[in-house]
């Protein structure tokens, strides 16, 4: 062929991290078909959705099924019963989102990675170890990109204070409760990046994915940051808060006021999401709000607390292994140290050949994350417990 491919794609690495870990996984599994195998690598729920939403869905689905009731292609934006349902989310947390300036979609990772498509070429600042699609989408379009270090110092939490060059208009992300570390920024912490970004007209992209799992007196939001509102966007899922990992939806909140070079972010978002995208599915999205009524909430929130349990018991092995650690609290992450020096892809293969465990290496999420190591704890609370005993034995 005689085309003109995007050679951007180049500068991404050729194998996606968790395709090379379930190749490493199957390959094994082969090769040793009568080893049970337990699986804390992947961020995937493994609880049902709950009764409350399942009904909603239900439902909605007999509706389309009734051609007084049948809907054929969503709002690009979302339903306007969701959206409502979103704003009074954080009207719950103590802040006035208009329901104009959330957007539903199909999913957190799908807006962090089309987010890209109506930035210009600005310099991207992303904190390392970090979620792969920050960094891949942007190298994907050709894009500088800054990283700053997270480690064991500063709790995997950089500040703009890290940044030892002069800024001038960045796109920043951040990702609060951490993938993969499981650190959450204090208010102190976010309001430092808030400031930042006004002072020096930057852009700040807030994945709060995790927010549902905050427990500690803790941000929920960037917009609980004075002053978040005209520089930053806030990203959320329904997929850790209510177990739509294979249901598929999420939100977008884009504030008025923000605004550059007399160019509204949110028209822009608009018009991308208007020509590429056909919006969430009418039984998805009341599924969706279902699960922000009181007791769709109090369901989503027993899930939750099923997998924080997970999460406490391997907080409490590593403690007694004396071996560093952030996450399992506003999180359902365990971000270790590899024990004995081990680099991360060596402890991976250690655990799996040795405990028959499988997790993440920390190397996979950037050069910051050599040495480390994630756990989950969205596996049932008896693989957990199995594989805290493995671990007890083997570390």
């Known amino acids: 062929m005689n085309i003109k491919v995007n050679k951007n794609f180049e500068n991404i690495k050729e194998t996606y991290l968790f395709s090379e870990i379930a190749s490493r996984v199957r390959k094994y599994q082969e090769e040793n078909p009568d080893k049970k195998v337990i699986r804390m690598g992947i961020g995937d729920v493994t609880l049902p959705l709950s ?12 509706e389309m099924g009734v051609k007084e009731t049948f809907r054929g292609y969503p709002p690009e934006y979302g339903y306007d019963f969701l959206k409502e349902a979103i704003a009074n989310y954080y009207k719950e947390m103590g802040k006035e989102i208009p329901a104009s300036s959330v957007y539903v979609s199909d999913g957190a990772k799908s807006d962090l990675g089309n987010i890209v498509d109506i930035m210009g070429d600005n310099e991207i600042i992303i904190p390392d170890p970090v979620y792969p699609v920050y960094v891949d989408s942007n190298l994907m379009s050709g894009h500088n990109i800054s990283l700053i270090e997270g480690n064991l110092e500063n709790g995997f939490l950089p500040g703009p204070d890290q940044i030892d060059h002069a800024v001038n ?3 920043i992300y951040l990702c609060s409760p951490n993938n993969p570390t499981g650190a959450v920024y204090s208010y102190e912490g976010l309001k430092a990046w808030v400031d930042f970004a006004l002072k020096t007209g930057s852009l700040i992209i807030y994945d709060s994915a995790y927010e549902a799992f905050v427990v500690e007196d803790v941000p929920h939001t960037i917009f609980e940051i004075e002053g978040a509102s005209e520089c930053a966007i806030e990203i959320c899922s329904f997929s850790k808060f209510a177990g739509f990992t294979g249901v598929r939806c999420g939100w977008t909140v884009i504030p008025e006021e923000l605004e550059s070079d007399g160019v509204k972010i949110s028209k822009l978002w608009s018009r991308r999401q208007a020509t590429k995208f ?7 999205q009341r599924a969706a709000e279902s699960a922000l009524s009181p007791a769709g909430k109090a369901e ?3 899930n939750i607390n099923y997998y924080k349990n997970n999460a406490s018991m391997l907080a409490v092995l590593l403690k007694s292994k004396e071996i560093e650690f952030t996450g399992g609290v506003n999180s359902p992450y365990i ?3 590899c024990p004995k020096g081990m680099s991360s892809w060596e402890f991976f293969d250690f655990l799996l050949n040795e405990a028959q465990i499988v997790g993440t290496p920390g190397e996979g999420f950037g050069k910051s994350g050599e040495g480390f190591f994630r756990l989950t704890a969205f596996g049932t609370y008896e693989a957990t417990k199995e594989a805290c005993e493995r671990l007890d034995k083997l570390l």
């Open 51 to 62: 009764k409350v939403v399942v009904d909603a869905m239900k439902k909605a689905a007999d």
């Open 169 to 171: 208009g960045a796109v």
């Open 278 to 284: 056909n919006g969430v599915s009418y039984p998805v």
């Open 300 to 302: 989503c929130l027993k």
């Open 335 to 337: 971000w270790l140290k």
